[in-house]
């Protein structure tokens, strides 16, 4: 059974940090393209970051470049995401995202709420 948990989300004041982690199980995590994604109130999912599975290429979105950074741990099955210097703006759900490099396969996380507020 293919799962992807995420963790790590919560209550945070603006220029505070969390780190969001993402534990897959069900599949060959080390052959899949690990992403990032969020979704504000009235807004459609964004890509934030991602990272590949061999080369570990990351990508970001220009709106978290500097500031939150993707990692991964194949030994793990886990990839995280370091948010640092937090703006109100990045209040969402935030999604982990697999996508298979051989078989196109997509598995979703269930989301964890992060919340940047005074």
């Known amino acids: 059974q293919v799962q992807l948990v995420e963790s790590g989300g919560g209550l945070v004041q603006p220029g505070g940090s969390l780190r969001l982690s993402c534990e897959a199980s069900g599949f060959t995590f080390s052959s899949y393209t690990m992403s990032w994604y969020r979704q504000a109130p009235g807004k459609e999912r964004e890509l934030v970051a991602s990272i590949t599975s061999r080369t570990y290429r990351k990508n970001y979105a220009d709106f978290v470049k500097g500031r939150f950074t993707i990692s991964r741990d194949n030994g793990k099955n886990t990839v995280y995401l370091q948010m640092n210097s937090l703006k109100s703006e990045d209040t969402a759900v935030y999604y982990c995202?697999?996508?298979?490099?051989?078989?196109?396969?997509?598995?979703w996380g269930q989301g964890t709420q992060v919340t940047v507020s005074s």
């Open positions: 995202k697999g996508f298979g490099d051989y078989s196109a396969a997509v598995y």
